[in-house]
């Protein structure tokens, strides 16, 4: 379909010069834009003006970043430590250091608590003075500082980019130092200094030989990419740990079976097999979420206690949400003694969280982790369970058998390598199997739905240009309002569109937060590319209109003007907009993190008392979202890539997005993000969706060969040939790559380190240490003690806080030193 497609589109492209199609396509091209003069031919294409305006209010954000920085300081940020300060704070900072990487350790909900109560809330001293002293700090943090406080994938998402950067530097220099010239040296287009398009390749000639180089240096780009990414991951060294290594998950137990009779299972089916443990999983959503709300109930009313026995007077609260926002008294909203209300809302929470504990053995969910001794008897077992056995017809073989597999449905078993306990969503454990299936196909029918008619920005501008929202701006042809504008509302709209498709992976309730993050990854990449770069080149501005352009009887007529879109020069002067627009306000706004600082005022609106208002900060930072940051990421670097040929000038501010981007990124990620713990599978999907945006460049440059020349044109073919060649083996290796477990010859098991591995006590390091509690693949909820001796703990913790209480009062600061003492004294115990 795709060859007679192109070759009608070349018959039909061929006959089209230049300045015969040019006036007519313009119109085409337009109607489906936003009805101002955004692309109608400004002085080189309102590139300098976007650049100007772009970096006033880089310039300005920054400003009000280092202000906000100041006054609210404990928004999700550690304090800022300067070179001095380091050297008399030094054993603070380490104190502090082990503190954050233990809490990497502890259970989910702990480790949020005590890694966002350190990263909001440091002692004074160890803040910065300086108003903009943060700028040096980002280029002082190193690697291995950003590996203890950040975990490992933050180090390789990091050391992608570099890459990444190092490939649009080589890029930059062909595209810039030779491929621009060439464009320069062509006639088609007036000749002025002030246009655009003679930078882009519509400026040469169809007959022009140089077009051999612009195939060639495509071809090039790809051959960069691909050595790049080869690169970063020879060097991308990804270490699991020991007890991930030798921990099975599995799918299909019977519901009731009993660790003993798994391990016995194991060890008679197996030879020389010894299970060290069997850990059935249970429904534990609803006994979380109790444990949670007991906990905070619990803290308030210690809050309380501790600020009565200072001050000696009852405090009075309106428990209703935003009630302390309430300056009148109406039925309904009486207000009540604190004490008194969380005392019975602890005891009430307390009761159901003992209720549902005692029934959760009752709730098992025929799933169960098993950990072994070595992981060389882990490789066979998978192997026996998962790789391809052609015997006959039947195209897998039953695993081995023990007295026990009738009973525990082995042959029903789905068995993988189990994730990273602190990988593990323990609440979405309990939706699997059909209603799983059934949710994610609501969710994503939905989401299809709503974005198949609300793709673009522009169509929905258009909208809004329907009751006359727009109109006025037709009557100021100002570069102001025509150029920065419109780009500023695509920036807009295509930072909230991506929102939409992030939640919907948020809700699939996705087992691993691996899992969620590559999910998100890929829609938010795919929806992007159709919303940013895909529909406004065709001049299309939803799904729907691409669709029904697609399946029209009309389509193979109107294919050559539309494709004649994507190569108008301001087609291109756009874009390159639309990177600078990213480049200056997109990485401004990541660093002041305007959403996440809306959702922590609503958050403090919404609590119902200072107690709750303390919580609240003290759980405000969030992990790294490592899918929804590759897909933007990549999403601006594919456009980069599309028009480095086509319109070589876009480089070098790619390179500048990316430049900024990896310093916001390297900031945000030491001073503003939890560590997330992820799996090697999210980095190497990021690498693989790399290799599109130089397919996309063979694509664009076979369009322009075949409309110019026609598709048997020299170079139209050897494009054709390249971009199938490449297709097909990106297709292989993503194939293989899923496919990897039905083949035997994955599984390859190294006898030499059977003898290392029970020299370290049956493949566990010799360690006097306890595991910590994240570390056990068991629900923290499952671990934790009594809540009658969990109070008791929490009632001589919350002691501390008589002595930081004023007796003069406690307004919102005095909440924040009381914290910044509190978890001084913590660090220090």
Request: glycine fraction near 4%; include cysteine.
């Amino acid at each position: 379909m795709l060859p007679y497609v192109i070759a009608t589109l070349g018959s039909a492209g061929a006959t089209c010069k230049a300045s015969t199609c040019s006036n007519s396509t313009k119109d085409y091209c337009y109607s489906a834009r936003i009805r101002s003069t955004v692309l109608q031919g400004l002085p080189f294409g309102g590139v300098p003006t976007v650049l100007a305006l772009d970096f006033m209010c880089f310039l300005a954000l920054l400003f009000v970043f280092s202000i906000l920085r100041k006054v609210a300081w404990d928004y999700g940020r550690l304090a800022l430590v300067t070179d001095a300060d380091r050297r008399r704070h030094w054993q603070t900072e380490r104190e502090e250091r082990e503190y954050v990487a233990s809490a990497l350790h502890s259970d989910n909900h702990d480790r949020y608590e005590r890694l966002t109560s350190v990263s909001s809330s440091v002692d004074f001293d160890q803040r910065d003075n300086g108003f903009c002293s943060w700028l040096t700090a980002i280029f002082r943090i190193k690697d291995d500082e950003i590996r203890d406080k950040c975990g490992g994938d933050a180090v390789h998402y990091l050391s992608f980019q570099r890459h990444i950067i190092g490939l649009l530097v080589a890029v930059g220099v062909l595209s810039v130092g030779i491929v621009l010239p060439v464009n320069f040296s062509g006639d088609l287009l007036e000749n002025n200094a002030y246009s655009f398009g003679r930078t882009t390749i519509a400026n040469l000639n169809s007959g022009n030989n140089l077009l051999w180089l612009h195939t060639s240096f495509a071809f090039l780009y790809l051959l960069l990419t691909v050595y790049s990414m080869r690169r970063h991951t020879s060097k991308m060294r990804y270490k699991e740990d020991d007890l991930v290594k030798r921990t099975l998950f599995i799918n299909g137990i019977s519901k009731y079976a009993e660790p003993e009779k798994i391990k016995k299972h194991f060890e008679e089916a197996y030879a020389n097999c010894t299970v060290l443990e069997a850990r059935p999983c249970y429904d534990v959503a609803r006994l979380m979420f109790l444990d949670a709300e007991r906990k905070k109930a619990e803290r308030g009313r210690i809050y309380f206690t501790n600020l009565q026995s200072k001050e000696n007077t009852p405090s009075m609260i309106n428990p209703k949400p935003c009630g302390h926002l309430c300056c009148c008294v109406i039925r309904g909203c009486e207000e009540v003694e604190a004490i008194e209300y969380y005392t019975k809302l602890e005891e009430k929470l307390k009761d159901d969280y003992k209720r549902e504990k005692e029934k959760v053995n009752e709730k098992p969910l025929g799933m169960a982790f098993v950990t072994f001794h070595n992981e060389t008897i882990t490789a066979i077992i998978l192997k026996d369970f998962n790789a391809c056995k052609c015997q006959g017809c039947a195209c897998r073989g039953e695993p081995r058998a023990s007295s026990c597999s009738e009973s525990l449905h082995v042959s029903n078993w789905t068995v993988s390598y189990a994730p990273d306990p602190q990988n593990i969503y323990w609440e979405h454990l309990s939706i699997r199997g059909f209603i799983w299936w059934i949710r994610c196909l609501v969710i994503n029918v939905v989401l299809f739905i709503l974005l198949f008619f609300l793709t673009t920005p522009a169509i929905i501008i258009t909208t809004m240009d329907k009751f006359n929202v727009t109109k006025p701006v037709e009557y100021l042809n100002n570069p102001i309002i025509t150029q920065f504008f419109p780009t500023l509302l695509l920036w807009c709209f295509s930072a909230l569109l991506p929102t939409i498709v992030y939640y919907s992976a948020f809700f699939e309730a996705h087992w691993t937060r691996s899992g969620e993050n590559r999910t998100t990854m890929h829609k938010c990449y795919t929806f992007l590319i159709f919303m940013v770069l895909l529909l406004p080149s065709l001049g299309l501005s939803s799904l729907d209109v691409f669709f029904r352009w697609l399946f029209d009887k009309k389509f193979l007529a109107e294919a050559a003007v539309r494709f004649e879109c994507v190569f108008l020069p301001d087609n291109g002067a756009f874009f390159v907009n639309y990177v600078i627009a990213s480049a200056f306000i997109g990485n401004a706004m990541d660093l002041l993190r305007i959403p996440g600082l809306l959702m922590y005022m609503i958050r403090l609106c919404l609590a119902r008392s200072a107690a709750e208002r303390r919580n609240v900060k003290r759980h405000q930072a969030y992990e790294f979202q490592f899918g929804a940051a590759y897909a933007w990421m990549m999403c601006v670097f594919t456009v980069v890539m599309t028009y480095s040929i086509t319109c070589p000038i876009i480089v070098p501010f790619g390179l500048m997005y990316m430049l900024l981007k990896h310093l916001v990124d390297r900031y945000n990620l030491y001073y503003a993000y939890l560590p997330a713990k992820l799996d090697k599978k999210i980095h190497s999907g990021a690498v693989n969706q790399v290799v599109a945006a130089p397919i996309l460049c063979l694509f664009w440059l076979l369009f322009f060969s075949t409309m110019r020349t026609g598709f048997l044109a020299p170079t139209s073919m050897f494009t054709f040939v390249v971009l199938v060649i490449t297709i097909v083996i990106c297709l292989c290796h993503v194939c293989f790559g899923h496919f990897k477990y039905l083949s035997a010859h994955n599984y390859k098991i190294d006898h030499t380190e059977v003898d290392t591995i029970e020299n370290r006590q049956n493949g566990r390091p010799a360690t006097s240490l306890p595991a910590p509690k994240s570390a056990k693949y068991i629900a923290q909820v499952l671990q934790d003690s009594s809540p009658e001796g969990e109070a008791t703990e929490s009632e001589e913790q919350g002691s501390q806080d008589e002595e930081l209480i004023n007796a003069d009062g406690m307004n919102d600061t005095d909440f924040q030193s009381c914290e910044d003492s509190l978890i001084e004294n913590e660090i220090h115990q």
